[in-house]
């Protein structure tokens, strides 16, 4: 996991942000845009997702994907309590309906799964009797940690999807599971030339995404939605896995989760890769 340099001048950091998050709270979002650019020139390995920020209140560029230092921080600070909030207060269920659509459609058992963002394990023991084996990554070491403690994956790893995606010299898998991962990535196709490289042929990518509604995207692809998450549009969603090897079994209209009480709307999207 990457560290905080200790050059980083952790006062008038805090400071900065906490600056530019009272400005985007009370909506000057031009002054909050110069806050959030001196917290970047304090901390380019962009601890506290300054970018993303930026780019849901429509300043700056819309980064490719969420600073992996952000990542890292935000589940590494939320891991102890991450199960309770996500399931009880936020109404997580994804790993279920993953489970309920795969054998809805007869598929599996597998033997091989890669559980891309394993978090604490809750798509893990989703799945824990559909699999052989399982092999869970994250960029959090505190998140890892938990999910070990629960003695549901085979093997676990520390690092960010695609870069184990692309030094990963194991066994190909049956099944990729990709669950609450595409809300800190924009560009995708990364993610899926990965899967497909790490796939046997017939193999199965499965993830959710966030969405918005047509007109938000203005004919964008994807972009920052409000509550600094990335949301992609579905036909950036089938045109890339099109491109990269993949034809679409279904795409699913899903809740994601629940922000502020209301609906998060998204995808659950089962895609079968063929050579």
Known sequence: MTQKSPKIDEEALAEAYNRALTLEKS??????????????????????????????????ETPVKAPDAYVATLFD????????????????????LVRQRLQALE??????????????????????????????????????????????????????????????DDAPFN?????????????????????????????LLIFSSETLPTETFAGRDFMVGPHQR??????????????TGFEVVEVGDITVRLEEGEPIAGHLVIARFKP
Do not use: W
Request: glycine letters at 10%.
């Open 107 to 168: 598929l599996g058992p597998f033997d091989r799964v890669l559980d891309l963002g394993c978090g604490t394990g809750l798509t893990g023991g989703a799945l824990r009797d559909m699999a052989e084996d399982i092999t869970g990554i994250d960029l959090s070491e505190n998140m890892v940690e938990i999910a070990h403690e629960k003695d549901l994956y085979e093997t676990l790893y520390v690092a960010e999807a695609v870069d184990f995606l692309d030094d990963n």
């Open 77 to 96: 600070q939320h891991a102890e309590v991450f199960d309770n909030v996500l399931v009880d207060q936020l109404g997580y269920c994804v790993p279920l």
């Open 230 to 243: 990335f949301a992609h549009a579905e036909s950036y969603l089938r045109d890339r896995l099109a491109a």
């Open 27 to 60: 909506g000057k979002f031009d002054a909050a845009a110069e806050a959030y650019a001196e917290v970047l020139a304090l901390d380019p390995e962009d601890h506290g997702g300054a970018a993303v920020r930026l780019a849901s209140m429509g300043r700056g």
């Open 175 to 203: 099944l990729i599971v990709a669950t609450d991962v595409l809300p800190y990535m924009g560009a995708l196709e990364a993610l899926f030339f990965g899967a497909v490289d790490n796939l046997v042929p017939g193999g």
